[in-house]
């Protein structure tokens, strides 16, 4: 039918050269010409199609027209409300008046309400004792007329403002109707024979690629989506990271180590054996395997000694110490547990220390309650400097190049504490859009008391700074709920959409 | 980091000056503590809508280290010596008339030792409290008490109206039910053994002593009980805001905690004694005999090098601009009239966070100010190398994405029946690291498969169009009792499948594709003469569905062919158990600056089979195929069938020797 009505449209255009108004038009197979809305919006169709391939173009024009709401044609077919009470009730003086109980049980409570009013005021029922009688043998009931009018010819005789006052009682309301003007189009023919869609390798083989017509394209359509696989967003920040440790001559650690013992965790690294981080309510311990074996012997001692009563300058915690504590097994909660036992692996090497720049990007667990930005588990990125006398300044400046090779170019740095480094400084960045300065890592200088038990020579001093995978991903990508990045509640859809990574 | 909530008027009157929010924003961060919020809006609102209101305050976070900080007393006396408004403070002991010989004395009983060994004490004269000084007092105790006294596990304080004591005092430590007062805030008298089965509010404390079969208790020499620490004091010796002359009691664990903590308090509140900064100390005889006064306060003297000051922080200052700057930080440096390189510095008793020479340095830079260091770069020029495990996975992540898979990230964390009951695997207890102390049962061991978590991201992904084709890899850790840590992480490859069929050949073609990138060939499962390659032997295994299992074997290149038995004895790869696959791997993290390829594993093998040098070696058991069993993917909660693939991929990392390794 599609195809016949279009081959309709051009063979009007052949005769007429341009259609006026669609609402001329005779769809094939109906009696009458297509006035309704539902007709034009089938012409409409044809049209589109016509339009798409140049053989005509069109404008389109919009009216206004009447229709009833369905108590409207309600009304239209059974009348008023007044009509219907004056219909139920006896000619005065033929008959008992009816009450208005009766009256209600007849016709309804809503129609006897509305009616009783309108039939009084046009003097078509009067009262009589307690209930109602028909004044007049013969009514015109004007409403239903003009409904019926409307409802059939779109419009009223008695002009607009009959329209206005039914549109008030909610009666009739405005309908649009669309309806259109056709001319030829660039491609005029009246043929509709059917277009080519896409260059086939038959067109080219037989050649029909010179004379076929083909569609019109459009390109406001969005393409076909590709089929390939996605890797993981926080990997991909990830490896934006590896990469801007390798463009800086950074080598990579090892950090394969889940599990640490409490003396690689934190006795290494100069944390007392009393602090708060070593708490059950921040560390995963491990209840199997039990504990670990015994440290290298000779650093444990060294480290023991300066923890307990000092050493290398230091008056040490000078607190009690607890073997059992050293070799706990926990789930390590920073990589820098790697990072010591490199370091430490570096100042007893064949051929002695030498500088090295290291960096590793690996999981930590933390025993925290977890809510819409912590998780158990998280991925520190973390960078090590080892050289013979580096400095605080040196410090500052590598953080501000590193920073903005991620783009950030407005530094500033607090004086913070932790346990293992001596300086301590905390790395705020500028956030443009948030206009307020936000923590983004931590960074320090190795204390010695971590550095010279390790037998690293003391004008060596170690710069290390840290900070999470997760928070620049999350601000990286508009995340608020860490569930949605990390672990198994991750979307798959969600990765496949994700964006690269450019800092 | 402890939080301390100032009053905002008074902190700015005891400076001085009326700072702008962000003026005294910009000198906390310069000075190393963190403005953390100022109600001052928050309190205008309320009073806007008629609402009662507090004073202004400003909540400052304090560097856990910095217990002299605790206080509005202790951070305006910093800060104005900060700002070179004032010297350091010169707290000094005062005995009383009479002298050294009238000292008030407490005494201690053996009996201490073995619960609470150390005791100190100290005496505030003639205080005169406000409201808000009184209110600051009990707040300092309380931030000691949760920061160093780690919520008095180590130390306990107690303060006392002296004037309704009768010294000497004794601390001792009793039974339980040999101890008997009316506690603070009770109209009634307890026993040691009701008040810890009795009172709420203490439970947080009553596990610091009750195992021990004494309690540590103070008594005047009335026998009036003036605290059981660490659990509450007594109701008789309570101060008030009348209270006139303070005695404070501190039990601690160490001796070092414990000066600190007496030290703080009485120093920090000196400032209202009549006689400012004044402390009187009390005698405090140990049962040794030996006897001691309480508090300490007098300074630690050190030095410190100007050239290691510069050294360290890239400057160039003199020995007097370092003495300055380190004024600045409250300690006391002049010059050495000897040694030009040498600074003779004084540590007050309110600066316990310093250790070494470091710590002084630290303050030189931060009275410098730490955005005034000129800017340098370090020179350390190094050449950059990733690791021989991340080149390999990242090989493997690539490879797998190009083909059309979805890398996902599970958590390394997971329960125990994810790990074994829901795969139809049976723990052995060799195998799977425990946690001692997870909140949740989602944290309960360490995985030693990749498949709970690719599981877990399907059944989560259900409304994901069929196929669901996921992948990981990323680290398991198996125990391992040869090394010292007693665990090492393996990096495995997982894939999992999931449509409307099983599809074990796509996971196959998956493990074909890798293998063709790794340059591993396909060989015959009964070939016994190929040098190299892979292939896969079934195997019955009940994570899988039955004769849809396989194991993965894997020639290394350059060794004959082994035979197929002998590995299943190794007590990490016993593949025939049904704990499921703990492939062989190479010892990884301390270890891992050995050649990790042939060489270490066949070094893993020898220490784990003795017997491997002389008998016939094996094809290596690298992982594991086949297609999921039903009950496997009813306990995940799965409804399509699956096919999955894991292995290790330690046999195919190429070696790099690492930077740091041993000079040849």
Known sequence: MAEQLQQHILDQLSSTSSIQDTRTITIPGDATPATSQDSQLIIQGALNSLLSREMITYTTQESFAYGLTPEGNDIADKGSHEAVVWSVLPLKGHGAALSIKDLKAKVGDETAKIGQGRAFKNGWVGKEGDGLVKLTANIDDVTRNELTEIRETGSVKAGEKVIADLRKRKLVIQKKLLWFTVSKGANYSTSSAKLETDLTAEMLQSGAWKTAQFKKYNFDAEGAPTMGGALHPLLKVREEFRNIFMEMGFAEMPTSQFVESGFWCFDSLFVPQQHPARDLQDTFYVSDPPQSLPPPQEYYGRVKTVHTTGGYGSIGYRAPWSEDDSRKLLLRTHTTASSANLLWRLANRKGGFKPVKMFSIDRVFRNEATDATHLAEFHQVEGVVADYGLTLADLIGFMRTFFNKMGIENLRFKPAYNPYTEPSLEIFAFHPMLNKWVEIGNSGMFRPEMLEPMGLPPDVRVHGWGLSLERPTMIRYGINNIRTLVGHKVSIEGVEKSAAVRF | MPTVAVDKEDLYQRLGKVYTTEEFDHLCFEFG????????????????????????????????????????????????????????????????????????????????????????????????????????????????????????????????????????????????????????????????????????????????????????????????????????????????????????????????????????????????????????????????????????????????????????????????????????????????????????????????????????????????????????????????????????????????????????????????????????????????????????????????????????????????????????????????????????????????????????????????????????????????????????????????????????????????????????????????????????????????????????????????????????????????????????????????????????????????????????
């Open chain 2, 33 to 664: 503590i963190e403005l953390d919020d100022d109600t001052t809006a928050e309190v205008e609102e309320a009073a806007r809508n008629g609402q009662p209101t507090e004073r202004p305050q400003l909540k400052i976070e304090i560097p856990a280290n910095r217990y002299d900080l605790l206080c509005i007393e202790g951070i305006a006396r910093a800060l104005r010596v900060f700002l070179q408004k004032d010297k350091t403070p010169a707290y000094r002991l005062v005995f009383p008339t009479g002298g050294e010989a009238n000292l008030l004395t407490a005494t201690i009983a053996p009996e201490t030792a073995q619960v609470r060994p150390f005791f100190a004490c100290a005496i505030l004269r003639n205080v005169k409290f406000t409201p808000r000084s009184y209110a600051s007092f009990i707040d300092l105790q309380d931030k000691l008490h949760q920061n160093i006294c780690r919520r008095r596990q180590l130390v306990a304080i107690g303060t006392h109206d002296l004037d309704t004591l009768k010294p000497p005092f004794r601390y001792e430590a009793r039974a339980p039910k040999n101890i008997k007062f009316m506690p603070l805030n009770k109209t009634k008298e307890y026993t040691a053994e009701e008040l810890m089965t009795s009172e709420k509010h203490l439970a947080k404390y009553l596990p610091i002593i009750r195992d021990s079969p004494v309690y540590p208790i103070i008594y005047d020499s009335q026998e009036r009980v003036l605290s059981m620490p660490p659990i509450i004091n007594s109701e008789h010796s309570k101060i008030t805001l009348d209270t006139k002359n303070i005695f404070v009691d501190v039990t601690a664990t160490d001796e070092t905690k414990l000066n600190i903590v007496v030290n703080m308090v009485a120093t920090m509140f000196s400032e209202y004694a009549a006689d400012q900064y004044t402390i009187e100390p009390v005698r405090v005889v140990y049962p040794s005999g030996k006897s001691v006064i309480y508090p300490d306060i007098s300074s630690r003297h050190t030095t410190a090098r100007v050239s290691y000051i510069n050294g360290c922080t890239g400057l160039s200052l003199k020995a007097e601009e370092i003495g300055t700057l380190l004024q600045r930080m409250s300690l006391i440096a002049h010059p050495s009239p000897i040694d030009p390189d040498n600074l003779l510095v004084e540590i007050p008793c309110t600066r316990p966070d310093i250790f070494h020479e470091c710590d002084i340095m630290e303050d030189a830079a931060i009275g410098y100010g730490f955005n005034n260091l000129p800017k340098t770069f370090p020179a350390t020029g190094t050449v950059a190398q990733p690791l021989a495990v991340s080149k390999l996975s990242d090989l493997v992540r690539r490879e797998w994405a190009m083909a059309g898979w979805v890398e996902v990230l599970p958590l390394i964390l997971c329960s125990h029946d994810e790990n074994f009951g829901w795969l139809n695997r049976v723990d052995d207890n060799k195998t799977a690291v425990k946690l001692a102390n997870p909140k949740t049962a989602e944290y309960q061991v360490i995985r030693t498969s990749l498949l709970p978590g690719l599981l877990k991201t399907i059944r989560e992904n259900r409304k994901h169009p069929l196929p669901v084709k996921i992948f990981e890899a990323s680290d398991v850790a198996f125990k391992d009792p040869a090394l010292e840590r007693q665990a090492r992480n393996v990096r495995h490859a997982g894939a999992v499948w999931c449509n409307k069929t099983a599809g074990f050949e796509v996971v196959c073609g998956l493990l074909d594709r890798i293998m063709a990138m790794l340059e591993v060939p396909r060989i015959l499962a009964s070939d016994k003469k190929a040098k190299h390659g892979y292939y896969l032997l079934e195997n019955e295994d009940p994570t899988f569905f039955p004769g849809r299992a396989a194991k993965i074997l894997y020639r290394l290149k350059g060794n004959p062919p082994f035979s197929s038995s002998q590995m299943s004895q190794s007590p990490l790869t016993d593949t025939q158990h049904p704990t499921g696959p703990a492939f062989v791997t190479s010892p990884t993290g301390a270890e891992a600056t050995k050649p990790s390829t042939f060489d270490n594993l066949k070094s893993t093998l020898s220490s784990v089979l003795p017997s491997i040098g002389s008998s016939l070696p094996k094809d290596l058991d690298i992982g594991v195929i086949g297609i999921l069993h039903p009950s496997v993917l009813e306990k995940f909660e799965i409804n399509f069938p699956c096919s999955a693939l894991e292995f290790t991929l330690e046999p195919f990392m190429q070696e790099i020797t690492p930077v740091w390794a041993d000079e040849s």
